[in-house]
Every structure is written in structure tokens, then in C-alpha cells.
């Protein structure tokens, strides 16, 4: 158990819908980091969160956003969905946000737009 | 833009034969490298890590891998696999100025009994 704890496990919707995927970090980690992982574009970072203000942006499409909480956990918000964002999403935290944090991952979210 | 390959998609190994996975990444300033692996249904876990100091580094599970500066290579090695060791890995780069890590393509290791 990596401490870091994401819900839902399984979302199934259809396309043009919104959904809310969360991410409560391990104990004591300030920073939080959303990853992608689909078949065709393997992990792909997404947006990283450190107390509360957005640090680093990665490939994420504008229908995408993302937000952390005063208490730290975060979540990532889909719009207008379509077929190619089916992916399982992976959120992961650190203690800091230099460089050499390694980083813990969820179990992630897997996402499936029908 | 940092970039990591992992040249090898797919490999297949019987029990006890040695295990090399290579990584290669595409940035020329200080670097940390990872080797996560991801388990069947399961959140990536990190195998091992390199900041500084000795290139060989040794990981959790018997694995090891070897930062070669000239090579830009960071291989994934594990003298003996078992079964258990059926998994994906990835190799991961985090740069100086960057905050997020750079994965690669990933492996997919599958050991046959």
C-alpha cells in the first residue's frame, strides 16, 4: 500500500459528460502529481499540485482541470469527454517538489467513456 | 525536451535466466533516474532510484541497475527471474528545472515457469 488512495476505482460514462476523479495524497506529502496512462501514449504527466498551487503542467488538454484542496488532496476534473480519453489515471504524491522526490502512486482511476 | 526510451516492448524469459532491460534518456544537465514497475493490477512501485555517487545502484527485489553518464543509459538488470517478477517496468527521468517525472514506453516482462 503506497498510502496514496484514489476514487472511484472504475468510471464508465459516455461521451460529452463530465466527471471527478480524486486523490488523497500519503500522510505528510505536499506535492500531487496527475498521470495518464493509455495504450497508445504510455504514462503521460498531466498536471502537478504543491500545497494547493499548481506547480507544472504537462500534455493536459484545456477540457482537463485539476485543483488541491486546503487539505491537500486533489482532483482532476474531465469535460466533454470523448472515446480517446479512456485511460486509467494515476495520481502520485511527494513530500517536496524538487526534483529528487521520488514519487508514490495511487492504484488509479480507471476511466472508460462508452 | 527530456525524453526516455525503452527500446525492448516486450520480453519473454524462463525462470532463472538473467534479466536486462535497457533505458535510454535525452537530457545533458543532472538527472535522477527511477525504474518503477507496475504489477497486473496494481500502482507502480519504485524498484530503484539514482540522485548521485556509485552509477550501480541496487533496488529492491534483487534488482540493480548501472547510470552510464556516456551513454545516457540507466539499464535495468536482475541476474536470476522468477515468475513472480511478471510485470511492466518503466524507467523514469526527472531533471534539474522540471518538476514532473518523464516515463518511458515502459517493458512488458513476462517470465514463464
Known amino acids: 500500500d503506497s498510502g496514496v488512495t484514489q476514487t472511484p476505482k472504475h468510471l464508465i460514462t459516455a461521451t460529452g459528460q463530465r466527471v471527478t476523479l480524486r486523490c488523497s495524497p500519503r500522510?505528510?506529502?505536499?506535492?500531487v502529481y496527475w498521470y495518464q496512462q493509455s495504450l497508445d501514449q504510455g504514462l503521460q504527466f498531466l498536471i502537478q499540485?504543491?500545497?494547493?498551487?499548481?506547480?507544472a503542467k504537462g500534455n493536459i488538454l484545456e477540457r482537463f482541470s485539476a485543483q488541491q484542496f486546503p487539505d491537500l488532496h486533489s482532483e482532476l476534473n474531465l469535460s466533454s469527454l470523448e472515446l480517446g480519453d479512456s485511460a486509467l489515471y494515476f495520481c502520485?504524491?511527494?513530500?517536496?517538489?524538487?526534483?529528487?522526490?521520488?514519487?508514490?502512486f495511487g492504484n488509479g482511476t480507471r476511466l472508460t467513456v462508452t | 525536451a527530456q525524453s526516455v526510451s525503452q527500446h525492448n516492448h516486450h520480453v519473454i524469459l524462463s525462470e532463472a535466466a538473467s534479466l536486462e532491460l535497457g533505458c535510454n534518456y535525452s537530457y545533458g544537465g543532472t538527472v535522477n533516474l527511477f525504474w518503477y514497475v507496475q504489477y497486473p493490477g496494481q500502482h507502480l512501485q519504485l524498484l530503484l532510484k539514482?540522485?548521485?555517487?556509485?552509477?550501480l545502484v541496487k533496488g529492491i527485489k534483487g534488482f540493480e541497475a548501472e547510470f552510464i553518464k556516456s551513454k545516457f543509459s540507466f539499464n535495468l538488470r536482475k541476474p536470476s527471474v522468477q515468475w513472480s517478477d511478471t510485470a511492466e517496468y518503466f524507467c523514469a527521468v526527472k531533471s534539474t528545472g522540471r518538476r514532473a517525472l518523464t516515463f518511458g514506453s515502459g517493458t512488458r516482462l513476462q517470465v514463464q515457469p
Open positions: 502520485a504524491s511527494s513530500v517536496g517538489d524538487t526534483y529528487n522526490s521520488p514519487l508514490h
Open positions: 539514482y540522485f548521485s555517487g556509485d552509477p
Open positions: 499540485y504543491y500545497n494547493g498551487e499548481e506547480r
Open positions: 500522510s505528510g506529502d505536499l506535492s
